[in-house]
C-alpha cells in the first residue's frame, strides 16, 4: 500500500464512500454483497484499509491485524475528512490524474477517437 495513496477496502454500507473516493482518485474495492470474512481476507491480501460502519467488523478487522477505519454519519463529504483523519493524511486531496471508474474501479482511459 502506498502511504501517500492508500487502497481501501469498502464494506457493503457505504457503496457512495466507494464512488466519492473513486472519484477523487482513490483505489476502493467494493461490493454490495460481499461477507465480513472475505473482506478481511481481501484487505489482507492486497494489502488495503477497511471502511466500515459496521464496529464488529472494525474489531475483527484489527484483531487480524487489517487497519480499519470504523465510520459515522451518512455524509459521503464528512465520512472523507474522518478516513483522512483516521489515516493521517494530510494531503488527501482530489486529483483528476488518478480518477477510477465509479462503477467497476478500474483506471481512466484515454481512447484514440
Known amino acids: 500500500m502506498n502511504l ?6 469498502v464494506d457493503a454500507m457505504l457503496g457512495k464512500l466507494a464512488k466519492k473516493l473513486r472519484v ?3 483505489n476502493a474495492k467494493y461490493s454490495s454483497s460481499i461477507e465480513d ?4 481476507e481481501l484487505a489482507r491480501k492486497e ?9 464488529l467488523l472494525t474489531k475483527n478487522a484489527e484483531k487480524s491485524g487489517i ?13 472523507i475528512i474522518q478516513v483522512k483523519k483516521a ?8 486529483d483528476t490524474n488518478f480518477s477510477r471508474c465509479v462503477s467497476c474501479n478500474g483506471t481512466k482511459s484515454v481512447l484514440d477517437l
Not at 4 to 9: E, G, M
Not at 47 to 55: A, F, G, M, P, S
Not at 67 to 76: A, F, Q
Open 37 to 40: 470474512e472475505k473482506l478481511i
Open 87 to 94: 489515516i493521517g493524511l494530510s494531503n488527501f486531496v482530489m
Open 67 to 79: 487497519k480499519s477505519v470504523l465510520i459515522r454519519g451518512n455524509d459521503e463529504i464528512e465520512q
Open 47 to 55: 494489502n488495503r484499509i477497511v471502511l466500515t460502519k459496521d464496529e
Open 4 to 9: 501517500q495513496r492508500p487502497d481501501f477496502a
Open 24 to 26: 477523487i482518485g482513490y
